[in-house]
């Protein structure tokens, strides 16, 4: 069977068009061509041409913009040497045909081009399963594209009737692929839901970073951590979150996650997609937003990062705003981020300005998930001691005849464990044997 989205591999050359919607704010058009331009240089394509469109009215049913337009455009492609068209708004399976009848050349919309760079880039299983998952979704309604040309009818031989054309076998093999690749998907998520209960037995404090794509997220993870996350300055650079665990400065563990960037207009089905891959966004006590400070857009790409947060159900949990790259930005453009945002952190993860501030952040949104108690411990129970040493912040411990005295803070999520041996007031070591044990 055809795949048509590899045809983008072979396309060297490709006129860009933007469109200005009535519903945009002025200037946004250009700016999401700019950033289309980005993601098509990202395919290692050569951009003959960008052009912007303005809609004064409704989009057009047949070229989504107007015939008139669509026409020229189509001339300029083929004036100027290109063999792709690209066009930054989504386009009905029926538009895309006509434009494609129209110019004799391939046009593709900016849902294909992250569907592309996303294929690209998937590396671990769940990554490459839920692109191909993705990719199915969005090729299944545009099979005509691919086989206009096959029209004969193949026979049933002895199951009768009048056969079926080339382009229903097609479709019922991408549906028959989409339902295998969802079987497997959910097989994988059930894996990932095990290795996240194997985690939790030792519920250390986890946090993910999110972000727009390109700010600086897989950076802040490898400076923290020591990780070696690919880091480059290019648009969805890694896929697959990587956990890691860091040292706080007081001595406490946490789990820090990078996730895949978010982008403006990121294609529903891929939000649905990579649900599994974002759950980490969903389970963790906190999230660290990095945003680029010397992107002109920077207000978008907070704006695009809580909007995704809020489809995947995290805007309400605590977040600590981090602005990154200062050492980069021009003076005034960060005096009105710093008025603006005054309860942000402004960091450089390059020169570690500011790293000390998130890590002491780190600790308070911490603490905040801890519960500070007095536990006495039975002897033959070290293994909960064990626990709160390595899940915990241990102020104090003494051993008396009862047990094990420890004073500090732990998680709340281990308070099913330590509750039973909660003692209120401490007791001191010659009373011990009187004092009574909470829950027991």
Not at 68 to 75: R, T
Not at 257 to 285: C, M, N, Q, Y
């Amino acid at each position: 069977m055809a795949d048509f989205l590899n045809d983008v591999k072979v396309t060297t050359r490709a006129l860009l068009v933007g469109v200005q919607t009535p519903d945009m704010q002025a200037g946004e058009g250009t700016e999401l061509l700019g950033e289309l331009q980005e993601l098509v240089e990202n395919l290692g394509l050569v951009i003959t041409g960008t052009t912007l469109v303005t809609l004064r009215d409704r989009q057009q049913p047949k070229f989504l913009i107007g015939s008139g337009k669509a026409a020229e455009l189509m001339q300029r492609a083929k004036d100027e040497g290109a063999d792709l068209i690209v066009i930054d708004e989504e386009l009905s399976p029926a538009q895309q045909r006509n434009w494609e009848e129209e110019s004799g050349l391939a046009v593709i919309d900016r849902q294909e081009v992250i569907l592309e760079i996303f294929a690209d880039r998937a590396h671990t299983r769940e990554a490459v399963l839920q692109v191909a998952l993705a990719r199915m979704e969005y090729s299944l309604p545009r099979l005509t594209r691919a086989w206009t040309h096959l029209s004969r009818q193949r026979g049933k031989g002895s199951m009768g009737g009048e056969g079926e054309t080339q382009l229903e076998q097609d479709r019922r093999i991408v549906r028959d692929r989409i339902a295998r690749l969802k079987s497997e998907i959910a097989l994988v998520i059930s894996q990932r839901a095990t290795q996240r209960r194997k985690r939790q037995r030792t519920p250390v404090p986890g946090a993910a970073i999110v972000g727009y794509t390109n700010a600086g997220k897989s950076s802040l993870l490898n400076q923290l951590t020591g990780a070696e996350v690919l880091a480059v300055d290019k648009l969805f650079a890694t896929l697959d979150p990587t956990t890691r665990q860091l040292s706080l400065p007081d001595g406490r563990k946490l789990l820090l996650t990078d996730t895949v960037g978010f982008i403006r207009r990121l294609p529903h089905r891929l939000v649905e997609a990579f649900k599994a891959t974002l759950e980490e966004v969903v389970v963790s006590d906190f999230l660290i937003h990095v945003l680029d400070v010397t992107n002109p857009n920077v207000a978008q790409h907070h704006a695009t990062t809580l909007a995704v947060l809020g489809e995947l159900g995290a805007a309400d949990k605590p977040m600590i705003t981090v602005f990154n790259k200062v050492d980069a930005a021009d003076p005034q453009s960060l005096a009105l981020m710093r008025a603006q945002h005054p309860d942000a952190l402004f960091i450089s993860v390059h020169t570690r300005e500011g790293l000390d501030r998130l890590l002491a952040r780190c600790e308070e949104l911490t603490e905040d998930n801890q519960d500070s108690v007095d536990l006495l411990i039975p002897h033959h129970r070290y293994d909960v001691v064990a626990k709160l040493h390595q899940a915990g912040q241990v102020r104090k411990q003494e051993s008396v005849d009862e047990g094990v005295l420890l004073s500090g803070r732990f998680p709340q999520k281990l308070r099913a464990l330590f509750s039973p041996f909660i003692v209120t007031p401490a007791p001191k070591k010659k009373a011990a044997g009187r004092s009574k044990r909470k829950g027991a």
